[in-house]
């Protein structure tokens, strides 16, 4: 439900600050904040306001320094209505007008209007081949500065595949695959 607030005595006794417009498409409150001493508050719909809005009751006391909130009951109109909605103090020594426009509720099938592309799961676009996700990781590696590690680390894994394949001892297979293991996953850390 909508509100529509309106302060009372706030710069001064009987003074009055609302809204100068209120659009509502449903019933809404009057939302009336007493900034002082204890007051009554007359609200008056006009004719055209009238006709598709009502008050259970127009005058209104307000406690010192309290809220107080008013029901207007709308009709749902065919079309817009403009009307004004007067706010009274100080038996009719200040006003306030609010003018208020009463919507047509939305319909069920309006709402958002969705283009027919968005309908649609978006297209994916296939992985990129091996080949090019090398030439990025590549590329990537020199952006960073990481020509000379890369180099290295290269270097180390073909003196390790040398080293297994030169010396016969399993211990030495052993240490020179851990080598390599360990020079190949910096390399690949390097490049992705």
Do not use: C
């Amino acid at each position: 439900m909508s509100t529509l607030d309106v302060e009372l005595n706030g710069r001064e006794v009987h003074a009055i600050q609302a809204p100068d417009r209120f659009e509502t498409d449903e019933t809404f409150t009057v939302a009336l904040a007493n900034r002082g001493q204890s007051t009554h508050v007359h609200l008056h719909l006009d004719d055209d306001l009238d006709r598709v809005a009502s008050l259970d009751a127009g005058n209104h006391y307000v406690e010192a320094e309290s809220e107080a909130a008013v029901r207007v009951t709308t009709t749902p109109p065919e079309e817009p209505v403009t009307g004004t909605l007067d706010v009274v103090t100080g038996y009719g020594s200040n006003r306030a007008s609010v003018e208020v426009r009463v919507d047509p509720p939305p319909t069920a099938g309006e709402g958002v209007l969705v283009d027919e592309e968005f309908t649609k799961p978006p297209a994916q676009s296939p992985p990129p081949s091996w080949d090019r996700r090398l030439a990025g990781a590549l590329s990537t590696a020199v952006e960073r500065g990481g020509v000379p590690a890369l180099l290295l680390s290269l270097v180390a894994i073909a003196l390790g595949v040398a080293a297994a394949l030169a010396i016969e001892s399993v211990a030495l297979l052993l240490a020179a695959g851990g080598a390599i293991v360990v020079a190949l996953a910096a390399t690949l850390s390097l490049l992705w």
